[in-house]
């Protein structure tokens, strides 16, 4: 493997749910994303084995963290300039509460949660 050098716009976008736009770039044992949210997202409550890092950019989120129901389910509230760590198969979904940019860290690189959602 090289290094790489690329400007956001070149990096191939997708759009695997309504409202949610992102570019991946895949290494040998991360992904970084750079994923945008337009108002009213709902990416449903999923885990993965990745451990993930998600730095919030600019906008508004609610993260759904845990399982609905459980006694350690919570809810937060969270704006650009926050950083999040979710550990390996920790459940937890978002909802963008105004058009938001997130740069997502997942480890190891694989499928993201909005992969295995339906649109």
């Given at each position: 493997?090289?290094?790489?050098?690329?400007?956001?716009?070149?990096?191939?976008?997708?759009?695997p749910?309504?409202?949610?736009?992102?570019?991946?770039?895949?290494?040998?044992?991360?992904?970084?994303?750079?994923?945008?949210?337009?108002?009213?997202c709902?990416?449903?409550?999923?885990?993965?084995?990745?451990?993930?890092?998600?730095?919030?950019?600019?906008?508004?989120?609610?993260?759904?963290?845990?399982?609905?129901?459980?006694?350690?389910?919570?809810?937060?509230?969270?704006?650009?300039?926050?950083v999040?760590?979710?550990?390996?198969?920790?459940?937890?979904g978002?909802?963008?509460?105004?058009?938001?940019?997130i740069?997502?860290?997942?480890?190891p690189?694989?499928?993201?949660?909005?992969?295995?959602?339906n649109p």
């Amino acid at each position: 493997m090289d290094a790489t050098i690329r400007k956001l716009h070149d990096v191939e976008r997708d759009t695997p749910i309504d409202l949610l736009g992102r570019r991946r770039v895949f290494g040998e044992k991360m992904l970084w994303a750079y994923v945008d949210l337009k108002e009213g997202c709902n990416v449903a409550t999923h885990h993965h084995e990745n451990e993930q890092i998600a730095f919030v950019i600019s906008g508004k989120v609610l993260w759904k963290l845990g399982n609905e129901g459980s006694p350690n389910y919570r809810e937060e509230i969270v704006e650009g300039g926050t950083v999040i760590h979710l550990p390996s198969n920790f459940p937890h979904g978002v909802v963008a509460l105004e058009d938001t940019q997130i740069l997502d860290v997942l480890s190891p690189p694989g499928e993201m949660g909005v992969d295995k959602q339906n649109p």
